[in-house]
T-cell receptor, first 114, second 117 residues
Framework: GENVEQHPSTLSVQEGDSAVIKCTYS??????FPWYKQELGKGPQLIID?????GEKKDQRIAVTLNKTAKHFSLHITETQPEDSAVYFC?????????????FGIGTKLQVIP | DVKVTQSSRYLVKRTGEKVFLECVQD?????MFWYRQDPGLGLRLIYF???????EKGDIPEGYSVSREKKERFSLILESASTNQTSMYLC????????????????FGNGTRLTVT
């Protein structure tokens, strides 16, 4: 089955700096890569996603890049703010027996220091 | 906005008890999921349901069962709770996706933190 590795597991940055979280996946059949943000006491929420036919996608201060050849995808947050502090999960999704199976990374705890 | 509501925020149960975790979504989503979240292990899929009355095992179904009698409601059942089932449980729903269609994202509830003593 699919295996998603995510690193780092924790990340501390100064407010205003950039943060990068990296993930790798093992199965070339994966075709959809969402990123979720989980704030304290809440469930994960989708913040950005990318499909396998796209190399990069941006939404204001966040961007995701995908390298299908290397099976890498990354989340980039620029001009970090304290409210960006949260746990971030990457995921890879693929067709499996007629449905879309989602495999998550272990999460990255991001702390933005004011 | 999609709302996924989990009936309990915190739950404390004794070993051997039968435990029901309830989840309701209000967006007419076909697919529903139960995950457990543990530090260092991420989110692991317990069971999911394509549609009403349907259920499929996920990656860690042992010790759990589910029920989906109505489209909006998906219940996770621990037949005989054990201490290793102490965890955060997350319910999610998703619009139905076809084999070649765009993958719709998961919408999560805020979780139920279950402690089994």
């Amino acid at each position: 089955g699919e295996n998603v590795e995510q690193h780092p597991s924790t990340l501390s940055v100064q407010e205003g700096d950039s943060a990068v979280i990296k993930c790798t996946y093992s199965d070339s059949a994966s075709n959809y890569f969402p990123w979720y943000k989980q704030e304290l006491g809440k469930g994960p929420q989708l913040i950005i996603d990318i499909r396998s036919n796209v190399g990069e996608k941006k939404d204001q201060r966040i961007a995701v890049t995908l390298n299908k050849t290397a099976k890498h995808f990354s989340l980039h947050i620029t001009e970090t703010q304290p409210e960006d502090s949260a746990v971030y999960f990457c995921a890879a999704s693929q067709n499996s027996g007629g449905y879309q199976k989602v495999t998550f990374g272990i999460g990255t705890k991001l702390q933005v220091i004011p | 906005d999609v709302k996924v509501t989990q009936s309990s925020r915190y739950l404390v149960k004794r070993t051997g008890e039968k435990v029901f975790l309830e989840c309701v979504q209000d967006m007419d989503h076909e697919n529903m999921f139960w995950y457990r979240q543990d530090p260092g292990l991420g989110l692991r899929l317990i069971y999911f349901s394509y549609d009403v009355k349907m259920k499929e095992k996920g990656d860690i179904p042992e010790g759990y069962s589910v029920s989906r009698e109505k489209k909006e409601r998906f219940s996770l059942i621990l037949e005989s709770a054990s201490t290793n089932q102490t965890s955060m449980y997350l319910c999610a729903s998703r619009r139905k996706t076809g084999r070649s269609s765009y993958n719709s994202p998961l919408h999560f509830g805020n979780g139920t933190r279950l402690t089994v003593t």
